[in-house]
Structure formats: C-alpha cells, structure tokens
C-alpha cells in the first residue's frame, strides 16, 4: 500500500497518523439500532474503539469512553458523539488499576442510570524481542497487562446490570 514507515511512543494520538485511519467519521450512516441504549467502551478515543463510540452514538447509544490520556483525540470523538445527538462522557485515567475500573463504572451509571453495553477494547500494540526473556517474566507481563483488566471488565457492569433489573 505504500504507506510510509512511523513510530509513536505509547500511548499513540490517532491524529498523529499519516494517513488517520477511517474510523467512520465521514461514511457511517446510523438507523436507530441502538436507540435509548447506554454504552461505556474502553479505548474509544482512538482506532476500533473511536469506530464503536461513533457507530454506537450514530445508531442511538449515549456513549461513556475510558481512555488512558490521550485528552486531543477523547475530545474530537466525544465531538462526533454529540453531533450525533447523543451523551458522551469522557474519563481518562489508567484500566489497569482495578479502582479505576470500579471508578468507570460507577461514574457511567451515575451520567446514564445504568449500563447495556460494555465494549473492553483498551489495548495498544507493541511489538518486542523476546528471546532471552524468561517464561515467568513473559507470563507475569501478559497476566499483569491483559488478564487482570479483563477480569475486573468481565464482573463489573454485572452489579449494576442486577440493579437495573429490579
């Protein structure tokens, strides 16, 4: 394709992109599939995350996104949201820290009365040399990074998805 060779520190900014990814900005068209619905998705500031807030927001859904600290990019997709004629809700901080992750939860079910959707998509890719590491320290990296944020994801909403059905 052509494109030229680029290296961002993590965590990337989207608009730093040559070229910005299409994340449907100009070319997805909603039709109410998601209407009176209320979304919280991890990572939506940028890439497949930023293309779930906008579908969800262009198909009816009022939107909380997490982010880590990419403030420029959160911002121009909670501008596509509003647009969109529905809620958007903006909180950084680090989805690694299972308080943090509580705190998400418990701030979307303030701003929204509740939660219907829960897309954990915060991730950044990185690629590395691994030889010469060994296997506990490989295992203790993925456990750290990855499993425990997905743990702490998959249970959360559950509180309050048993609430709202009282």
Same mark, same amino acid.
């Given at each position: ?11 990337? +900014? ?37 293309? +779930? ?50 705190? +998400? ?13 829960? +897309? ?47």
């Amino acid at each position: 394709m052509g494109f030229p060779k680029q290296q961002q520190e993590v965590p990337g +900014v989207q608009s730093a992109m040559n070229p910005v990814p299409d994340c449907g900005e100009n070319s997805y068209r909603g039709s109410g599939r998601l209407t009176g619905k209320r979304a919280v998705i991890t990572g939506g500031d940028s890439g497949i995350g930023r293309a +779930v807030a906008i579908a969800f927001a262009r198909e009816g859904a009022d939107v909380l996104i997490a982010y880590l600290n990419e403030d420029e990019d959160a911002a121009e997709v909670a501008g596509l949201v509003e647009d969109a004629g529905r809620r958007c809700v903006l909180v950084p901080g680090d989805l690694a820290d299972p308080a943090h992750c509580r705190a +998400v939860i418990d701030r979307a079910a303030a701003e929204f009365g509740g939660i219907d959707v829960l +897309v954990s998509n915060a991730a950044f890719q990185m690629t590395h040399n691994t030889s010469g590491r060994s296997a506990t320290r490989s295992g203790t990296t993925r456990s750290g990074s990855m499993l425990g944020p997905t743990f702490t994801w998959s249970r959360l909403p559950c509180r309050i998805w048993v609430q709202d059905r009282r």
